[in-house]
């Protein structure tokens, strides 16, 4: 593994740069992020540490899903009128 761009990393997790930005803490930016040229680029211990916040985010949002029965909220025309 190499060092990837915001872009590159947001891609390869399946979530928004904006997703990202929005986890970055500035100690983490600070350790973490270089700029190369006008982009940039995050170590691979950022990429994982990275990772790491995403993959706990995620299982959190699966244990919290309702469960829900489509059956009884979809009503036909003919009901309605």
Known sequence: MAEKTIKELADEIGVS???????VT?????????KIGNKFV?????QEAI??????SFSETEN???E?????????????T
């Open 68 to 80: 829900t029965d489509n059956s009884t909220t979809k009503e036909t025309k003919s009901e309605n």
């Open 42 to 46: 995050i170590s691979e211990e950022g």
């Open 26 to 34: 500035p100690d983490m930016r600070n350790k973490f992020f270089s």
């Open 51 to 56: 990772k790491s916040t995403f993959i706990v």
């Open 64 to 66: 919290q899903k309702p």
């Open 17 to 23: 740069k904006t997703a990202i930005h929005k986890k």
